[in-house]
Every structure is written in structure tokens, then in C-alpha cells.
């Protein structure tokens, strides 16, 4: 514990609290397999990524907290699920439970459509920016490009550039059409 306290007092310039939030997360996880190291990746990850972590409570920080320690367990990065988290709570809204609960959903998502989970959380961020046209149905439809992508066998950019050309006039009927073979109705 002194090691891995050491360690995030030396990545973060952090002790006190989140030292203890680190020991806890550890604590409450471990039958998941998270370990001190773990925990210490978790927090570093998102004190380091989330703006609004140090002013979050305590069990705003805990769900986010033991929702990346368990999606890092599971292959998807502590680094990217934090990435996710900030987008989350600054560009789309959400509060700390209702971004752990996306990512967590977003997790289940990617295993039962069949796709890679920690291509799906890299998808998401990397497509942040043109979801959150969508408002409060971003991630209703990322999970539609993702399965789309899928099924078409293009990748999820090669939509999504698809259907960026809807707002040039001279190649939107074009691109609506290439967009309605791929997804298989008119859309």
C-alpha cells in the first residue's frame, strides 16, 4: 500500500481523500480481482482525464471509480474508459451514476453484438464529437452505427463520413443512398 501510495502521491500530486477513496476502491473491488496497483491506475486515470473529478463527492467519485476499475479488469483501458467519462459529464450531461451506468451499457453492448470491447469504448470517443448532434439520443445512436458497422463489415468512420456528406447538397442524394444499401431501409 505504501508503494502504491507513493506512486499516486508522485502521479498526481494527490494524498489525503482520493488516497483513501484509492484504498477503499481496492477494498470493495478486490473480489473482482482489482488490486492496490489497480485501484491506484483507476484513480491516477481519472484525476488525470476527468475535469470535474476533484469536485465531485465522494460517491459521485466511487461510481465512476469502481465502473473503470471493473471495465479495465475487463480489457477496456482505465485511461480510455476515463476519456469516456469526460465526455460524458462535459459534453453530454450526464451525472457521475448516469456515466457509469452508459459506459457499463456500452461494455454489455459490445459483448452481445460481438464487437471488441475496447473498440467500442475507442469508437465512442473517437466519434464524440459528430454524436452529440443527436442530444440526449448520442448514445442510442452510436450503438446503431456500431451494430450497422457491423453487420455491413465497413468500419464506423466509413459510416460516418457517409453520412456527413447529408449536409452538402450536391452529394446528399448520393450519400443517403449509399447510406439506405448499407443499413437496409430507408433512412
Do not use: W
Request: proline residues 1%; glycine residues 8%.
Amino acid at each position: 500500500q505504501d508503494n502504491a501510495y507513493a506512486a499516486f502521491a508522485r502521479m498526481t500530486g494527490q494524498t489525503g481523500a482520493l488516497r483513501q477513496e484509492m484504498l477503499g476502491l481496492e477494498r470493495s473491488m478486490f473480489q473482482y480481482g482489482v488490486s492496490m496497483e489497480g485501484a491506484m491506475k483507476t484513480q491516477a486515470s481519472l484525476f488525470a482525464v476527468v475535469t470535474r473529478f476533484t469536485s465531485m463527492s465522494a460517491t459521485e467519485r466511487g461510481a465512476l471509480a469502481r465502473t473503470t476499475a471493473i471495465l479495465d479488469r475487463f480489457g477496456v483501458s482505465a485511461d480510455q474508459t476515463a476519456r469516456n467519462m469526460q465526455i460524458m459529464t462535459t459534453q453530454m450531461g450526464l451525472g457521475a451514476q448516469q456515466s457509469a451506468e452508459l459506459s457499463t451499457q456500452m461494455f454489455t453492448f459490445a459483448q452481445k453484438a460481438g464487437i471488441a470491447t475496447s473498440k467500442v469504448s475507442s469508437d465512442f470517443a473517437n466519434l464524440a464529437p459528430q454524436l452529440m448532434a443527436f442530444g440526449d439520443q448520442a448514445s442510442t445512436m452510436f450503438m446503431r452505427l456500431e451494430m450497422a458497422a457491423k453487420q455491413s463489415g465497413m468500419a464506423i468512420e466509413d459510416i460516418t463520413n457517409i453520412a456527413s456528406k447529408f449536409n452538402r447538397f450536391d452529394t446528399a442524394a448520393d450519400a443517403v443512398g449509399r447510406l439506405n444499401a448499407i443499413l437496409g431501409g430507408p433512412y
